[in-house]
């Protein structure tokens, strides 16, 4: 069957930092081979352990961040805490032209800006059960350091905020147990299957 314009649109994943993004984009991206690509940013954060430049992220400086602001680089960016992240043009090209489903982990500023372009993506927001199991969660993580868990909890109260907003999103999932949101989840990525 053709796919239909809902299926073939981008995907928006947002949601406060240590609400499960990672973990169910790495179960969709296992389970779908080859059908969904993520829309890899730049940002001048530090690599956490394990990440590799061109995968999780294009870590760059904050003199080439600004450079390539300024070129017109960017579909989007944001500042997250002290650091710069951003959704270069290229990326979401390149993602589209090896024919796969661009899906972007983005946070609330980018989400808005991305709102005001011609992407015309769907939006799905992950949440927390509560702000507490966050906290339990970025600190089980171990990637963190204090002040930057501070920040993200901060940061989340506002995406938190944004997303009850109506029309903030198409589909809000809160991942209490990993399995439910998992299953909302795919069904949100992949409507027509089954
Ligand atoms: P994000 O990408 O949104 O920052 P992660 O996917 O890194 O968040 O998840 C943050 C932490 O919470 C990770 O250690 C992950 O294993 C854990 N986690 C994710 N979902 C659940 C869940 N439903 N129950 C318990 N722990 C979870
Ligand atoms: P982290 O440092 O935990 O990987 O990401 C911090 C936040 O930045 C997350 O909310 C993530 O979704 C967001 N983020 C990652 N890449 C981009 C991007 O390109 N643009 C925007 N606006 N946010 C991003």
């Known amino acids: 069957m ?3 314009a809902a299926t073939s649109q981008p995907i928006v994943v947002s949601g406060p930092s ?6 169910l984009l790495k179960r969709l991206f296992d389970a779908y081979p080859g ?43 944001a500042q997250f805490g002290s650091n710069l992240y951003g959704t270069s043009v290229q990326t979401v090209k390149d993602v589209a032209e090896e024919g796969r489903i661009c899906v972007l982990d983005i946070e609330m500023e980018g989400v808005k800006s991305v709102k005001k372009t011609d992407l015309n993506p769907r939006f799905v927001f992950l949440q927390p059960p509560s702000v507490e199991i966050l906290e339990q969660r970025l600190r089980g993580r171990g990637t963190d350091k204090e002040e930057a868990i501070q920040e993200r909890l ?8 944004y997303a009850k ?25 992949v409507p027509n299957e089954g």
């Open 165 to 189: 907003q109506p029309g903030a999103h198409d589909k809000i999932i809160v991942n209490d147990d990993l399995e439910t949101a998992w299953r909302e989840f795919r069904e949100f990525c």
């Open 18 to 23: 240590g609400s499960g993004k990672s973990t």
């Open 2 to 4: 053709a796919p239909t």
């Open 35 to 77: 059908k969904f690509g993520l829309s890899v940013s730049h940002t001048t954060r530090a690599p956490r352990q394990g990440e590799q430049d061109g995968r999780e992220y294009n870590f760059t400086t904050k003199e080439k961040f600004l450079k390539l602001v300024h070129e017109g680089g960017f579909i989007e960016h």
């Open 154 to 161: 901060k940061q989340a109260k506002h995406e938190i905020e």
